[in-house]
């Protein structure tokens, strides 16, 4: 890959929550995070606190805009 992120992340202006599997050995760090019904695979497995990390921050920034 040839891009550099730096200089894009400085130009953005509002929040950004990033949530990184750091002990993820079975997917590449650009994988979605959902899947499709009807697959023939089971759900993902979320690391404990993942969900409720996800649904507090989504609360706060909308909190944060009224």
Known sequence: MDFTPGPVWQQVRQPVLLLKGGRDQNSPADHAMRWRLGERVPPPL??????????????EQRGARR
């Open 46 to 59: 979320f690391a404990s606190g993942y969900l409720q990390t996800m649904v507090r921050w989504t609360k």
